[in-house]
C-alpha cells in the first residue's frame, strides 16, 4: 500500500462497493431516517458508542464477543428512542428479498440502529416509522443526496448556548481511495458542541448577534449543566473494502471516533450519545491500524460536510432560519 493518500473528490460512502444509501423524510414534522444497505451477504460490522446518552438497536450484537459477525443493514435516524422503529420497516424490505441471517425457521435480517433527539426543532411527536424506514430502504442507491435530507432533517449544532443560537447542520459523506482500497464515511450531526476546522477555527456553532460564533469554552463556563441541553448526537458510519476480522472492525470503529474529536469541539459530553459504526467487505489485504487512520481523516470531512451543505440542500429550506454566519 503506497504512502499517499488524498481525498476522493466528491467522494462518498458508497465509493465502497456493496454499500448503499438511501433516504427518507417527512418535510412537515422535520425528520428523517438514512439507511446503509449491505448487500445480500452483509458487511463485518462493530460499533464503537462513546456519548454519555447513546439511543441504539442492536449494537451489543456487534461486540467483539458476540455470534453475529455481519449486518445487512445500518439505520440512522431522528426521532429519539421513538425513530428506532424505522429500522423495523428495513427489516421487513430486507426479509421480503430473502435477505438476513438463515436461522433453518427463517431468515433473519441484522439491522443496527442509532437515533438523535431532533424532536424540539420540527413537531414533537412527529418521528421516523416503520414505513418511513422502508420508504429509505427502496430508495437506496449508489448517489444520494447530502444536507438537510433523510436523518439530517431536523439536526442542528452548537446547542451549548441553546437551540435559539444553533445552527442547522445535517448529512455528510466523504471517501478516500489508496490504490485498491477504498475508505468512505457518512454522518449525521446533532452535536452540543460546535464544528472546526483542521487548524481549529469554528465552522458553525452558537451564533453572536451581528455575526460570527459565540465561544464554546466562555459558554461553558458560564451556563450551569441543569441549564445545558441534552438533545445531542453525532452520528457516523464508515466502511471499506479491506479484509478486516470483526475485533479489526472494532478497532477501526474506536479510531474513526478521532474524526469526530477532530471536527467537533467539545465533544463525547454527557449531553450526546455519539457512536460510529464500522462495516468491512473485500479482498484489500492492509493493516487495520492503517484503515482505522484514513477512517478517521474521512469521519472528519464528512462532519464538515453536514455544515456546508446543510442549508437549502435538494430544495429543502433551512430549518427555523438557523443559517450558517460567520
Same mark, same amino acid.
Not at 49 to 64: F, K
Given at each position: ?27 412537515? /414534522?422535520?425528520?428523517?431516517?438514512? !439507511? ?20 441504539? $438497536?442492536?449494537?451489543?450484537?456487534? $461486540? ?10 445500518? !439505520? ?18 430486507? *426479509?421480503?428479498?430473502? !435477505? ?6 427463517? %431468515?433473519?435480517? &441484522? ?47 452548537? *446547542? ?7 445552527? *442547522? ?21 446533532? +452535536? ?7 487548524? /481549529? ?5 452558537? %451564533? ?21 441541553? &441534552?438533545?445531542?448526537?453525532? #452520528?457516523?458510519?464508515? /466502511? ?8 479489526? !472492525? *472494532? ?9 469526530? +474529536? $477532530?471536527? &467537533? ?13 464500522? #462495516? ?23 462532519? %464538515? $460536510? ?9 430544495? &429543502?429550506? +433551512? ?8
Amino acid at each position: 500500500m503506497g504512502s499517499e493518500a488524498a481525498y476522493t473528490k466528491a467522494g462518498q460512502l458508497t465509493d465502497v462497493p456493496g454499500l448503499q444509501v438511501g433516504h427518507a423524510q417527512d418535510l412537515e /414534522g422535520i425528520t428523517g431516517c438514512t !439507511v446503509v444497505l449491505c448487500g445480500e451477504e452483509g458487511f463485518t460490522a462493530a460499533a464503537d458508542i462513546r456519548g454519555g446518552g447513546p439511543a441504539t $438497536r442492536e449494537t451489543d450484537a456487534l $461486540r467483539p464477543e458476540c455470534l453475529v459477525e455481519r449486518v445487512h443493514s445500518v !439505520v440512522l435516524c431522528g426521532g429519539s428512542a421513538f425513530g428506532l422503529a424505522a429500522a423495523q420497516g428495513v427489516m421487513e424490505y430486507l *426479509k421480503n428479498k430473502g !435477505v438476513g441471517i438463515d436461522t433453518h425457521v427463517a %431468515r433473519v435480517p &441484522i439491522v443496527p440502529a442509532a437515533a438523535m433527539f431532533d424532536l424540539p426543532v420540527g413537531q414533537p411527536y412527529a418521528y421516523p416509522t416503520p414505513a418511513m424506514g422502508l420508504q429509505a430502504a427502496r430508495a437506496a442507491g449508489i448517489d444520494f443526496a447530502e444536507g438537510s435530507v433523510g436523518a439530517g432533517m431536523g439536526l442542528t449544532v452548537g *446547542k451549548y448556548a441553546g437551540l435559539e443560537l444553533a445552527t *442547522k447542520s445535517g448529512i455528510g459523506t466523504a471517501s478516500m481511495r489508496v490504490e485498491d482500497l477504498v475508505v468512505g464515511a457518512i454522518a449525521a450531526v446533532n +452535536a452540543f458542541g460546535q464544528i472546526v476546522r483542521e487548524d /481549529g477555527t469554528v465552522l458553525a456553532g452558537a %451564533r453572536r448577534a451581528g455575526g460570527g460564533w459565540l465561544d464554546a469554552r466562555e459558554v461553558l463556563r458560564s451556563v450551569p449543566p441543569e441549564a445545558r441541553p &441534552i438533545e445531542n448526537t453525532s #452520528l457516523a458510519i464508515v /466502511g471499506t473494502n479491506a479484509k478486516l476480522s470483526k475485533a479489526q !472492525v *472494532k478497532r477501526v470503529a474506536m479510531m474513526a471516533q478521532d474524526g469526530l +474529536a $477532530r471536527s &467537533i469541539y467539545p465533544v463525547h459530553t454527557l449531553f450526546d450519545g455519539d457512536s460510529v459504526f464500522a #462495516l468491512a467487505c473485500g479482498d484489500v489485504e492492509v493493516e487495520p491500524s492503517l484503515v482505522g487512520t484514513w477512517a478517521a481523516d474521512a469521519v472528519a470531512e464528512a462532519v %464538515r $460536510r453536514t455544515v456546508l451543505l446543510a442549508s437549502g440542500a435538494g430544495g &429543502i429550506p +433551512a430549518v427555523r432560519n438557523l443559517e450558517m454566519t460567520s
